[in-house]
């Protein structure tokens, strides 16, 4: 999708849309806008359902303070126009009260970014604005002044989060991101002490953004391809609509007849994913023109390993990744579509996808398809793009039902016997 070509009314519909269908935002709350090159800021109105926003509802405020549409602007609209004038390389603002932020801005906390690896370098730093009353100047002096250090993700006392970007998309991504790492340190909190990266494990990862591989230009595509495209790009969507991805994180691919293989493009938004963007990769060789993802090598590893596999799935679901952020192991053993579907699940250490891909690849034998890295990601492996998709999903609602039950009582594992029971009669 080209973003840039969408009108900024456009652009602030799309995104409203995505924030509220997310729950990351009520009826009433949050507020979004944009600086066109005219220096104009469009701006959602006030008292107007964030559920059923129309196009002509979106208000634009001209330099010299003119409202042009049929509502008034937001009425917090004064801290967006503070923070334009205070950050002249922001042209995009979001402010929204996801529940998990909220958390954190009622216990005067910041999120910690150091959890994963990319988490960081797309917040940046995270600023906090001392409280005032919404919509009064006050605030807004109080949020652009954080803003004019330099900091983008600024939280709000007792409020929750505000957001800027060069345009809406990365102030999205940025805004989400630190969404995810809120929820992802609540949920750690819930069954241990979270560990944090350390200066020498994010150095590790420096410097690998685009993966060394050749270039070609395929003669054609088959109508094998043809399919695995479409049916990974409905995966993919499904995978970011129920959370298991972000705009930012997530990686599926899917072996081909002849060895090659279709993988996620890097750097691309999963939200918006067309069978066009996804890179096929064919021996050490890409796509012409597209970037696959930086953990090409590890899939492509995988599959020269192991002829049972046909799909790999790299993710961060929020659930599962408590357990990789914590010295707390997922255990599998809780009803028997978790065991059926999960088996084993190693931890490996945080490094394994960057300097042992061999080791790492090696360890996706039929009795281990899912492995969780140390603050890192959870690689899932299937016979197909179905299998796959619903080893992640069980995974992440198995994860979801341990961390709800640490407060009714102790967890009772499914027994010696009723294991082999299982492994008889699914022949596992």
Not at 87 to 94: G, H, N, W
Not at 164 to 170: A, I, N, R
Not at 195 to 208: H, K, M, V
Not at 375 to 380: E, F, G
Request: one cysteine or more; aromatic letters at 8%; charged letters at 25%.
């Amino acid at each position: 999708m080209r973003c840039d070509l969408l009108h900024p009314a456009d652009q602030i519909l799309l995104m409203m849309d995505r924030i509220y269908g997310y729950g990351m935002t009520t009826t009433s709350g949050g507020n979004l806008s944009i600086l066109d090159e005219q220096n104009q800021i469009w701006i959602t109105p006030a008292g107007v359902d964030k559920g059923a926003l129309t196009r002509s509802d979106i208000v634009c405020v001209k330099p010299d303070g003119t409202v042009v549409g049929h509502h008034r602007p937001s009425s917090e609209f004064p801290f967006h126009r503070l923070i334009y004038d205070a950050r002249p390389d922001l042209r995009a603002v979001v402010h929204a009260h996801p529940p998990a932020l909220v958390s954190f801005s009622i216990v005067r906390r910041i999120p910690d970014t150091r959890l994963l690896p990319n988490e960081r370098q797309i917040c940046g730093e995270i600023g906090m604005a001392e409280y005032a009353l919404p919509g009064s100047r006050e605030l807004g002096e109080n949020i652009a002044a954080v803003f004019k250090r330099g900091i983008d993700s600024v939280m709000l006392e007792n409020h929750g989060v505000v957001v800027g970007g060069t345009d809406l998309f990365q102030a999205f991504q940025r805004f989400e991101t630190l969404d995810f790492c809120a929820r992802l340190e609540i949920n750690a909190r819930r069954i241990g002490a979270p560990a944090l990266l350390s200066d020498e494990q994010f150095r590790a990862i420096e410097g690998g953004d685009e993966p060394e591989l050749g270039e070609f230009v395929p003669e054609s595509y088959g109508t094998e391809e043809l399919a695995i495209r479409r049916d990974m790009c409905t995966l993919i969507k499904r995978s970011y609509d129920q959370r298991l991805f972000t705009s930012t994180q997530g990686t599926f691919s899917h072996r081909l007849a002849d060895g090659s293989f279709v993988i996620t493009p890097y750097g691309a938004d999963r939200k918006y994913l067309e069978p066009e963007d996804l890179v096929r990769v064919e021996g050490g060789a890409a796509e012409a023109g597209k970037t696959p993802s930086r953990s090409v090598h590890l899939h492509r590893r995988i599959y020269e390993l192991h002829p049972h596999i046909d799909s790999v799935i790299i993710a961060h679901p929020p659930n599962v990744m408590a357990f990789a952020v914590t010295d707390r192991t997922l255990d599998s053993r809780t009803i028997p579509e978790s065991y059926i579907l999960m088996r084993q699940t190693p931890k490996l250490p945080f490094d394994a996808v960057y300097r042992d891909t061999e080791g790492t690849a090696a360890r996706f034998t039929k009795d281990t398809p899912i492995a969780i890295v140390e603050n890192n990601c959870v690689i899932v492996t299937g016979q197909n793009l179905l299998n796959a998709f619903d080893r992640l999903e069980v995974a992440e609602y198995s994860a979801k039902a341990i961390l709800s039950a640490g407060c009714l009582g102790d967890i009772a594992h499914i027994g010696p016997e009723q294991i082999r029971d299982l492994e008889i009669a699914f022949k596992l």
